[in-house]
Structures are given as structure tokens and as C-alpha cells.
């Protein structure tokens, strides 16, 4: 009798209907390769050369046959791709070796310079405010000095005047106290001398 042998997939998902030994996706890659290289192979090979074209075809070939045909732990290029760039270029740091005591250090010499660099930020925060505060006293000293010439000028002018004005403020405000107190009630008059008496 004959030996009857059945295929049993790991998954229901890995069964790809073949069409004449290939998958629906891998024709597709193989006419798209077909539909590059043989065109490029006739225009090219004239101008530059069997030699130089056939890398070129080889090129093509390769790259769409990859993406179509090869299959990297059951992942298609496209998903494979991503995980190889990331790998390659993203994440691809050379790891250092170092004792407990070297990584100690260097972190150590990281926090002085950082708080190095914070005391300097604070003090020239500090500076600048200081600077404004001394700009602003600055202005204060001129303003009062110009304000004490000025004043000094006229007292030297007019010293007669001076003595003539605070006289007769004090008739005015003795005359405007006479005036209120006269408004006054008897009550209102007996409170506020009790208080004055105090």
C-alpha cells in the first residue's frame, strides 16, 4: 500500500492557498520583479554595460524578492523591517562595563555639576536683581538730591516769604478750628474736652 502523508499546520493562519508553487503574494512580487529588471536590463545595458547593469539588476531582483518571497520568524518584510530599524539604528548603543564604584562616581561628578551649574544660575538671577535694586536706589538718591537743590535755592530766595506763609497757615487752621468747634453740640464739645483733659 501507498504512504498516505497529511500536513498538519501549527496554526490555522500559516495555510497559504499555492497557485503552481507559489502564494498569491509571492506572483504578485514575482511579475512586479520580472516587470523591473527585464526593462531595465535592455535600456541599461548599452549605455552602461552588461557588467555595471547586472549589478543593478541583481539589486532590484534582490530587494523585491525579499520583501516578497522571504519570511523571518513567520514575519513578512514589512513587519520585520521596523523591528530591524529600530534595532539597528534606534536602539543600537555600545553597553559599557563598569564596577559598582566607577558608576557611583560618575554619578556623583553628574550631581556636582548640576548643582554647580544651579548655584550659578541662582546667583546671577541674584546679581540681576541686585543690579535693579541698586538702579532703582540710584534713581531714588538723584531725584532726592535735585529735590533738596531745589529747595535749598528757594529758601536762599525767598527766606521772608517763607516766615509770611506758615504765619498765616496758622491763623487759618486756628480760624477753621474756631469755625468747627462753634458747630458742635454742648455734648459733643464735653466728650471731646474730657479727652483732651486725658
Known amino acids: 500500500m501507498d504512504n498516505i502523508e497529511i500536513t498538519v499546520f501549527d496554526e490555522i493562519n500559516d495555510y497559504k492557498e499555492k497557485i503552481y508553487f507559489f502564494n498569491f503574494r509571492q506572483w504578485i512580487f514575482a511579475i512586479i520583479i520580472v516587470g523591473l529588471?527585464?526593462?531595465?536590463?535592455?535600456?541599461?545595458?548599452?549605455?552602461?554595460?552588461?557588467?555595471?547593469?547586472?549589478?543593478i539588476v541583481i539589486a532590484i531582483a534582490g530587494v523585491f524578492g525579499f520583501i516578497g518571497f522571504v519570511k523571518?520568524?513567520?514575519?513578512?518584510?514589512?513587519?520585520i523591517l521596523p523591528y530591524w530599524a529600530?534595532?539597528?539604528?534606534?536602539f543600537a548603543k555600545p553597553i559599557h562595563y563598569m564596577t559598582d564604584k566607577e558608576y557611583e562616581e560618575l554619578h556623583q561628578k553628574k550631581n556636582k555639576k548640576q548643582s554647580k551649574t544651579k548655584t550659578k544660575n541662582k546667583k546671577e538671577?541674584?546679581?540681576?536683581?541686585e543690579i535693579k535694586e541698586l538702579k532703582a536706589k540710584q534713581k531714588q538718591e538723584k531725584s532726592l538730591k535735585k529735590a533738596n537743590k531745589k529747595n535749598k535755592k528757594n529758601k536762599a530766595e525767598k527766606p521772608e516769604n517763607n516766615a509770611t506763609e506758615t504765619i498765616e497757615k496758622n491763623e487759618n487752621s486756628e480760624s477753621e478750628l474756631a469755625e468747627k468747634l462753634s458747630k458742635l453740640t454742648k455734648e459733643q464739645r464735653d466728650v471731646l474736652f474730657k479727652l483732651l483733659e486725658r
Do not use: Q
Request: proline content about 5%; cysteine-free.
Open 37 to 55: 529588471v527585464v526593462p531595465t536590463y535592455i535600456l541599461l545595458k548599452d549605455r552602461i554595460g552588461d557588467e555595471i547593469t547586472s549589478y
Open 72 to 79: 523571518i520568524h513567520e514575519l513578512p518584510a514589512e513587519k
Open 86 to 90: 529600530r534595532h539597528y539604528f534606534f
Open 125 to 129: 538671577k541674584l546679581s540681576k536683581a
